[in-house]
């Protein structure tokens, strides 16, 4: 155990991921001291929502508030925050809350004798309050040195989240694939929605009517795996259909139709594996290689 394990936390971000991380924390009764932002403003909406009593800082203060810190900053500010923090003198732990970055991004509190680790909640945080809804029962990928890895191991068995570990090498392909099916997934909503928009129907209307289909779709691919949930023209191989698709993006903007071709292709492929007929992935494909003008 830890000199610090249980000493006050201070958040460093107090953003959409700080707040909520902050909220369950505190409910859960454990020393949130405060909250540190850039702007002192800031900082105080942020801790006002965390909870009662709990200090707005800068991050340059924050060190003399606590002693568990969790950089809850955009991964790009993290190493210069982490700098701060040392220079002003942060002895205990921290953790970062980035899914790609290693640990070295911390590295300024490493040289600073601080434990480090990082704790990434495989979850979406759209808003602090979705954060609190979400975060109970999320994945967490857990790492670092010891007293900080058992600090997140922690934080996650109080939330009531499951704990897992990637290796440090792999961060990058783990976060990579959080990102194509979360991210890209609202990304691929919004094209889906705005050909809607394109056949007649308001966005309001887009979404409504592509509820039922697309959460029995997310449900069914999450419960049976993908392969086996997968419908449509490209898993009976309707070329016809496909070829119809193919020409109505002529007029549509180049990224829409690159977006639509590249899954299309990974479509096929998974298509291929519960047994599309060889000819019609290739017939397919070969029309996704032409232009849509054709
Ligand atoms: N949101 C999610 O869905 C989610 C999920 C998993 C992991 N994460 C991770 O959580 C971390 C925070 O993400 P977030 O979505 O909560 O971010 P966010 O809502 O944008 O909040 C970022 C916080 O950092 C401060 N900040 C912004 N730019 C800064 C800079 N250049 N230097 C120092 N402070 C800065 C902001 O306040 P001021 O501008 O007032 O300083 C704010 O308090 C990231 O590492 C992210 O990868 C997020």
Redesign the pocket.
Known sequence: MSAFSDGPIGIA??????QALGRLLREKGEPIAAVA???LE??RA?AAFVGAGVAAST?NELPRHACRVL????????T??AATLAADGLKGIAL?????LPLAALEPLVRSGVACGSL???????SPAH?VAALPGSWFAVSGDPPAAAWARRIVDLIGGHPFEISEESRPLYHAGAVMACNFFAALLDAGVGLFGQAGLGREQALAALTPLVSTGVANALRLGPEQALTGPYARGDVRSARAHWAALATAPAPLRELYRAAARYTIDLARRRGLDECKAFEIERLLNGSSEQ
């Open positions: 971000g107090g953003g959409r991921l700080g932002c850039r702007r800031r900082a942020a991050y950089l809850t900053v955009p991964d790009d500010a993290i210069e925050v970062h809350t980035s899914g790609t990434h909640p495989l979850q979406t945080v759209p954060g």
